[in-house]
């Protein structure tokens, strides 16, 4: 499994507006991708903003080009996305899972 991590940053006012485009559309755009396995949004308050990490899954390096295309490497950042962050990796990084264990309750 690969854990794919890109980061972000949005002002106070535009955050929630960048959680509920993750919430709406790109969380329901991996989930319909073969190879998908789940995503999260973390979310800090830093330096009077807020900074976010994406983090998805993936079963191959193959089933990510699906969603970020041949360069894997390359951020896929919608335009809507683009409006509300004041800044973005152009990039994403990609590690290959080690350990899995998620307990939710």
């Not at 991590?5 to 989930?31: G, I, M, N, Q, T």
Request: aromatic share 10%; net charge neutral.
């Amino acid at each position: 499994m690969i854990a794919r991590k890109w980061c972000a940053a949005a002002s106070k006012a535009d955050a929630e507006l960048y959680v509920r485009h993750f919430e709406r559309k790109v969380a329901p755009a991996l989930k319909a991708l073969p190879g998908h396995h789940g995503a999260w949004l973390l979310r800090r308050d830093r330096h009077g903003g807020v900074e976010f990490v994406a983090l998805t899954l993936w079963s191959s390096r193959d089933s990510i080009k699906a969603f970020a295309g041949d360069d894997i490497g390359k951020a896929h950042v919608e335009p809507e996305a683009r409006a509300v962050l004041t800044k973005f990796d152009d990039t994403a990084e990609h590690y290959e899972v080690a350990v899995a264990a998620l307990w939710m309750s």
